[in-house]
């Protein structure tokens, strides 16, 4: 008894890890015992254990050393163990990647996978399918289709998981295991049906009909498995997000009936589903009682469940939650942090002015007993509330700054910043309170990122405040304090001071020069190079190159520079021409998220680099000027999808068809498509795509030369896909014999318009005196009478054709539309358009300012 306390004490305290001082070196000696003989079993398995622990650690095996270990551990299929049979098998799982000749043991293991010993079918076929590639595959597919029906529900799962594993390989393969998986989905063990339904959708993942008759099917049968179910409710929820005509209510009849089913998780599922659909569904307040019920649940993941869900449909629908208010406050006192947080945070974005002060309070008491990812909803919520309720600015950005004193990571702190950023640049009240609070802040900041992000916004809007010159001390402590790139940052927050304030322009000087003596290359270089732009007294160069200098794509002007260099060295090299590095887009809706994801933001220049370089002589284009977003040249359920990229270039135009074949019996070859160009476009390549197979991505590019004037790029090429069709095998996908017959499809025209051509942005906050400067530039200016009936959608509707988003709209009874573009050989432009209503009819006058007259004209025309 004595010594079961001594063990259970250990325990508590942690023990110590008997693999945590694990020698790779060692453990390859350890492992040629597996060559004796007798072996004994229990030691084999502790060497095994310590190979896996080492493996699942993240410790690399040379090739050599993963193969030395592969054929030592083969020697132990002669154990009859069970325990040492089974690691044996994950061991040959886990090394098949990184070993030689793992191929010899397929026999072993076909063996022991039609054997009768049940403990070793399952573990055999999961470690056969890892190993055999897809010419062994065919050899075992009789024994594959024989497992996945099997009544032993750990063999069929094996069987189904394999096959889900190799659908990413040989999915033609897979294909033909379909009816055996079909059957299983009926199969009365959970598991086994939830993957035979995961093998079957995945294998028609990209054939519509297909998957709409199998969720059509399915939803009438009686599917016991509430995970099968869980899957067949998304595979719905994605058709009817897809369908957005009356043919998607069997659907959604289907997912409001699982909210009745006796499994919590699929009437949390259906809940969810019902929540996440971007059309309102017809039972909405069904899907939240259910969830209202989850919030008074004895469980614990219920609760977070029912919380979690209710806060994600407040971003579409508060008033829906607004019937949850009592349970959601009881919530607030839940042990559980995660939930109390999600609880308030939902009220807050469904409360009233006069209860955001109290939650506030009720909020303090337990932010420093939650993580950080929650600490971050927390503040999602609490920026939402700002733009909610501008007048509560004080109260909310001094909770905000009292976060960002306390303990936290890089990414929680950024998101505070970012919240009281956001009130600063949408709530003019709030900006010397949200100033001050950064300022504070950056003087104990040890996140370099952060601190240079703060003091961009710093010199961006201090100059704008009542009382410039009191941020100038913080700015410039950071020169005396920190580190080489926060003091580059302070150094260029400082020199916006002195463009955008002439008063302070002597006292900056004096900084400025004390700068020019600092340890820091690009410190001085910074220093220096403002100080001869800000004493030069040019309006112009000082708003170019210190108050809106454009931020280039980096990944794009290192491409950019490189093909210069090996193509053109001698010639100038123009910035303009790469695009920049941030893009504005409309969000029509606000992203449904709970968990903060660091989403990587890449351009779509940047997507299609590598796919343009097929094309011969690419790099003699220069930069690409413009990638346009995809659009589609057929229907969505045909047999051929295609879709165009636009690639603009200074003088060329490339377009990119992205074909997929959806017909599993047929092989395209040969496959091109002919344009019916303009008149004035030169056709200089074409990169046919040779071989189209089933469900496999083929790209096709016809490279033009823009005609000379600017007038004559505009308009539609006419297109017709070609191509030579092979009948072929579905489930092998192999050709018959015969040279096949040629064939066409029609597809949809290809516009070339104005906005493909510029790249344009809204107005700057100095844009009226651009304007005013291009006073002496090229003008044209139009009236134009306007199909709509509405100036609002009006205005939008010559946004969307010019290429600039809405923020570009300025005014109430009359819009006015200002912005500014770039034309794609580099000439700059820019844009205002007065829309009014008067007497039942809306009428605009467009007006553009360039330094090449033709480009000012063609913008007009264009609208035209």
């Not at 044996?88 to 397929?106: F, G, N, R």
């Not at 007294?537 to 454009?550: A, G, S």
């Not at 000379?708 to 489930?731: H, K, Q, T, W």
Request: aromatic letters at 6%; one cysteine or more.
């Amino acid at each position: 008894m004595s010594s079961f306390r001594r063990d259970k004490k250990e325990e508590e305290d942690g023990g110590a890890n008997m693999f945590q001082n694990l020698d790779k070196t060692t453990l390859l000696q350890e492992a040629r015992y597996f060559n004796s003989t007798p072996v004994n079993p229990k030691k084999c398995i502790h060497i095994l254990s310590k190979i896996i622990f080492l493996l699942y650690q993240g410790e690399k095996l040379t090739t050599q050393e993963a193969t030395d270990i592969f054929f030592a551990t083969t020697k132990l299929f002669q154990s009859k163990d069970v325990m040492l049979r089974r690691l044996v098998y994950l061991s040959i799982k886990e090394l098949s990647s990184l070993a030689q000749d793992v191929i010899i043991v397929t026999s072993s293991l076909t063996k022991d996978m039609t054997g009768k010993e049940d403990l070793y079918r399952a573990a055999a076929i999961r470690a056969l399918c890892s190993i055999t590639d897809s010419t062994m595959l065919q050899a075992i597919e009789r024994y594959m289709k024989q497992a996945i029906v099997d009544k032993n529900p750990a063999v069929s799962s094996a069987a189904l998981v394999s096959a889900m594993h190799l659908s990413a390989t040989v999915p033609d393969l897979v294909r033909r295991w379909v009816n055996e998986a079909q059957e299983a989905i009926m199969s009365d063990n959970t598991m086994v049906s939830y993957h035979a339904l995961g093998v079957v959708a995945g294998a028609r993942r990209n054939d519509r009909l297909s998957t709409v008759k199998l969720v059509t099917k399915l939803s009438r049968a009686p599917i016991r498995s509430p995970y099968a179910l869980c899957l067949l409710i998304r595979h719905a929820a994605k058709l009817a997000e897809e369908d957005q005509s009356d043919a998607s209510e069997p659907y959604l009849v289907f997912i409001e009936s699982c909210l009745r089913h006796k499994s919590e998780i699929v009437v949390y599922e259906a809940a969810h589903a019902v929540v996440n659909l971007r059309k309102s569904a017809r039972d909405l307040a069904q899907a939240v009682s259910v969830l209202q019920i989850f919030c008074s649940s004895s469980k614990a993941t219920l609760r977070l469940a029912g919380a979690r869900t209710l806060a994600k449909l407040t971003t579409k629908h508060p008033s829906a939650v607004s019937a949850c208010t009592v349970d959601l406050e009881n919530l607030i006192s839940d042990p559980n942090r995660s939930v109390a947080t999600l609880a308030v945070t939902t009220l807050l974005a469904t409360g009233a002015e006069t209860s955001i002060d109290r939650l506030m309070k009720q909020i303090s008491g337990f932010m420093s007993e939650i993580s950080d990812e929650f600490k971050i909803v927390v503040v999602s919520a609490i920026k939402r509330l700002c733009s909610k309720f501008p007048r509560k600015h004080q109260s909310l950005a001094a909770f905000l700054a009292g976060m960002l004193r306390d303990e936290g990571g890089v990414q929680y702190k950024t998101a505070i910043a970012d919240a009281i950023i956001a009130l600063i640049e949408e709530n003019p009240d709030a900006k010397e309170t949200g100033l001050a609070h950064l300022c504070e802040f950056i003087e104990d900041c040890e996140h370099t990122s952060l601190a240079v992000r703060i003091l961009h916004v710093l010199g961006r809007e201090g100059p704008r405040a009542r009382q410039p010159s009191r941020y100038i001390r913080y700015i410039y402590n950071r020169v005396i304090l920190e580190s080489g790139p926060v003091r580059a940052a302070a150094v260029s927050a400082v020199a916006r001071f002195g463009a955008a304030r002439p008063d302070l322009l002597p006292n900056i000087r004096v900084l400025l020069a004390r700068c020019q003596l600092d340890d820091d290359d690009e410190v001085r270089d910074r220093a220096i190079f403002y100080s001869a732009i800000l004493d030069s007294d040019d309006d112009e160069l000082i708003n170019e190159y210190i108050t809106n200098v454009p931020i280039p794509n980096l990944v794009l002007l290192e491409k950019a520079l490189q093909n210069h260099i090996n193509t053109k060295p001698d010639e100038i090299f123009h910035m303009d021409a790469v695009p920049a590095a941030e893009e504005i887009k409309d969000i029509d809706e606000a992203p449904v998220q709970i968990e903060p994801r660091k989403h990587t933001m890449i351009s779509l220049e940047e997507q299609y680099a590598e796919s343009l370089k097929v094309i011969p002589g690419i790099e003699k284009f220069g930069p690409t000027f413009k990638t346009c977003e995809a659009v589609e040249l057929t229907e969505s359920e045909t047999e051929y999808r295609v879709r165009c990229v636009k690639h603009i270039f200074a003088h060329h135009l490339v377009l990119q068809f992205e074909c997929l074949n959806t017909l599993s019996d047929q092989l395209l070859e040969k496959v091109h498509v002919r344009l019916e160009a303009l008149p004035g476009y030169t056709l200089l390549s074409e990169v046919p795509c040779d071989r189209l197979p089933y469900d496999k991505q083929g790209n096709i590019f016809c490279v033009y030369e823009f005609p000379e004037p600017p007038l004559d790029s505009l308009g539609s090429f006419g297109a017709m896909l070609e191509f030579i069709v092979r009948d072929c095998d579905p489930s092998t996908g192999l050709p018959d014999a015969g040279e096949g017959y040629a064939d066409t499809y029609p597809l949809e025209e290809i516009e070339i318009g104005c906005c493909d051509q510029f790249r344009t942005r809204p107005a700057t906050d100095d844009w009226e005196a651009s304007w005013e400067r291009a006073t002496n530039a090229h003008e044209a200016c139009d009236t134009f009478g306007l199909a709509q009936g509405d100036v609002a959608e009006a205005a939008v509707a010559v946004c969307k054709h010019l290429g600039l988003p809405k923020s570009a709209i300025y005014g109430d009874t009359i819009k006015e539309i200002r912005g500014s573009g770039l034309w794609r050989e580099g000439t700059p432009v820019l844009i205002r358009a007065r829309i009014v209503a008067a007497q039942n009819a809306v009428t605009m006058q467009l007006s553009a300012r360039s330094t090449r007259e033709e480009i000012a004209t063609f913008l007009l025309a264009a609208v035209g």
